[in-house]
């Protein structure tokens, strides 16, 4: 700044102030872009948006401008998407799982991207290494393939007759086509004495003939692992457990508030809130590359008691005692 410009900014005392302060404010406004794999009118999308701007006010980035799109669990539509946040160059792209972070990872290799959810991420070619990343990406994941284990555990518990569980999964959205989860879940299986069974979905249609064969068959169980499409079809799947009367675990926390038997997992918000320090670094003028991908700290289970005695299940009172939330 020239001297005389100095001076006359100086000299405009009180009253300018307020103008330049505001100028000031303009001046740092930055851009974000969220790719969310919901429809704008969805409640949990809505939860972990608010989770999201909280995050970012917080850190101080009131004013900061947030580009949200939807793409509904519609491939076509994601994608349509991410090229639209390749042209519009955002300051940051946030990515909620998998199925949204694919596509902006082949749009962009310069524009910063944090992700939240993305299983594997060096498996996928995402990021080079979990502690170094090398490149535009980086983030938090939310799930690993132990976790398997555990949904098979608890599911044991409730129901310690159970002769064989189904992993239900769509191989079009899964990580890794749904072979993620697919050898802890059959080694749990067997260890545990039960019959693993892999349930392959693509449409609402297939979930119903999945799930209403495992209701024909007494002792059977099921595990509803994380991807956009049970994210979609979350209502659906907790129905049609209800109705066939089938004992079923689920990675995600909503599903059993809305009236499934158990969930174990991640609390998604909170690790909304945690990928928004990510967001706020690189906007501060931190490098992805730099950035260490994170794993989650910490696993909530939840079990709904009403749904359990629909089912006609006594949950094991140190099932409950271990439990992060209780559902009456």
């Known amino acids: 700044m020239r001297r005389r410009e100095f001076i006359a900014l100086a000299g405009g005392a009180v009253a300018g102030w307020p103008l330049a302060a505001h100028a000031q404010q303009t001046s740092r406004i930055r851009r974000v872009a969220a790719l969310w794999p919901f429809t704008e009118e969805d409640a949990e999308g809505q939860i972990l948006l608010t989770a999201f701007r909280q995050g970012l006010g917080e850190l101080g980035w009131t004013d900061v401008r947030i580009e949200n799109r939807w793409g509904g669990g519609n491939i076509e539509r994601t994608r349509a998407h991410a090229a639209e946040f390749a042209e519009l160059l955002p300051d940051v792209i946030f990515a909620y799982l998998n199925a949204q972070l694919a596509p902006l990872s082949r749009q962009t290799r310069t524009t910063p991207i944090v992700f939240v959810g993305a299983s594997d991420p060096v498996g996928a070619g995402y990021v080079a290494s979990l502690a170094h990343p ?8 939310l799930y690993e393939p132990t976790l398997a284990g ?18 239900l999964i769509n191989p079009d959205t899964a990580i890794l086509r749904g072979t993620f989860y697919s050898k802890e879940f059959e080694t749990a299986a067997v ?35 994380p991807d956009t499409f049970s994210e979609i079809n979350g209502d659906l799947i907790v129905s049609l457990a209800a109705q ?20 174990y997992g991640p609390n998604t918000p909170a690790a909304i809130r945690r990928a928004t320090s990510y967001v706020d ?18 696993f909530e ?18 099932l409950l005692l271990r439990a992060d939330e209780v559902i009456e």
């Open 134 to 141: 090398g490149g535009n990406i980086t983030g938090f994941t």
């Open 150 to 167: 555990k949904w098979l555990g608890v599911l044991k518990e409730v129901t310690p007759g159970i002769a064989r569980v189904a992993l």
């Open 191 to 225: 260890s545990l004495g039960i019959e693993p069974v892999m349930a392959k979905v693509f449409s609402p249609a297939d979930i119903e003939a999945a799930i209403a064969a495992l209701g024909q068959q007494p002792g059977s169980g099921l595990i509803v692992a």
């Open 244 to 263: 066939h009367r089938v004992p079923a675990v689920y990675a995600i926390r909503r599903f059993a508030i809305r009236g499934g038997l158990m969930s």
């Open 281 to 298: 670094r690189i906007l501060r003028g931190e490098k992805p590359a730099d950035l260490p991908v994170q794993a989650p700290t910490k």
């Open 301 to 318: 289970l939840i079990v709904n008691i009403k749904a359990a005695k629909a089912l006609g299940l006594a949950v094991p009172e140190s």
